[in-house]
């Protein structure tokens, strides 16, 4: 398992991890499939999470949910999310008790090209500490 502030943007299904569901958005119609952003943390990072079709519905803020196989790439709005995509799967695991931070906010990063190797990101700088479309409680 993969703690959330080691995952990078790539192009490949390959991130295992486990995070709590801390807030999720309002439900969207995307080319005729519902989506959700949502904010999810372990005790590492934090990072929007983004559902699709049933899995809006499936979980609530608490839930703890185990990915398999997800993704951490751009979505149609030019954000970088985590998601199960259509090789993943989200699971529920369990309710409520675990550790998380909210900083640093991995979808909040500007990711940039890897000099050394196209295929892979690098952080270039932060632009946020916490969620912008999540902002903290004061």
Request: hydrophobic content about 40%; proline content about 5%.
């Amino acid at each position: 398992m993969v703690s959330l502030k080691d995952i990078a943007p790539a192009a490949q299904n390959n991130i295992n991890t486990r995070f709590i569901l801390l807030d999720k958005g309002r439900i969207m119609l995307e080319s005729q499939q519902k989506t959700c952003i949502a904010l999810v943390a372990d005790e590492t990072a934090s990072v929007h999470f983004q559902f699709w079709g049933e899995e809006c519905e499936a979980f609530e803020p608490g839930d703890i949910i185990r990915l398999t196989n997800g993704i951490f790439s751009y979505n149609r709005s030019n954000s970088f999310v985590l998601r199960a995509g259509k090789r993943g799967k989200a699971e529920k695991v369990g309710e409520f008790t675990m550790v998380f931070v909210e900083t640093p906010n991995m979808s909040e990063i500007r990711w940039v090209p890897d000099p050394n190797n196209s295929k892979n990101y690098v952080k270039e700088a932060v632009l946020s500490s916490h969620s912008r479309l999540f902002p903290p409680m004061v």
